[in-house]
Nanobody
Framework: QVQLAESGGGLVQAGGSLRLSCAAS????????MGWFRQPPGKEREFVAA????????FYADSVKGRFTISRDNAKNTVYLQMNSLKPEDTAVYYC???????????????????WGPGTQVTVSS
């Protein structure tokens, strides 16, 4: 399994931007599909965005489509989530996740991911 650590969370005003990073340990990062999930206060964890092993295939939740961008740098063992036009309803703990996958696969379900980071808090004020 791969170990993950998120960074880049914080407090931002509505309409602002943040970029989350997720650094992975190990030399097999490029064999994992990666995803971002979030858990708003008092709610269940939900899918945000996913990217395949090579970075050419992405998928987004409808709630973030057009505002968030997932990307990865396999040379740096890092996946990113660029978040623009943030809204108060984006407030949540954000988690990155890794799942062993075939080359073009993206995963949208929590159960498809075997490794999770501890999460980073994002708070959007109105």
């Amino acid at each position: 399994q791969v170990q993950l650590a998120e960074s880049g969370g914080g407090l931002v005003q509505a309409g602002g931007s943040l970029r989350l990073s997720c650094a992975a340990s190990g030399r097999t990062f490029s064999s994992y599909a990666m995803g971002w999930f979030r858990q708003p206060p008092g709610k269940e964890r939900e899918f945000v965005a996913a990217i395949n092993r090579g970075g050419g295939n992405t998928f987004y939740a409808d709630s973030v489509k057009g505002r968030f961008t997932i990307s990865r740098d396999n040379a740096k063992n890092t996946v990113y989530l660029q978040m623009n036009s943030l809204k108060p309803e984006d407030t949540a703990v954000y988690y990155c996740a890794a799942g062993a996958a075939a080359r073009n696969t993206v995963y949208v379900s929590l159960s498809q991911y075997g490794s999770w980071g501890p999460g980073t808090q994002v708070t959007v004020s109105s």
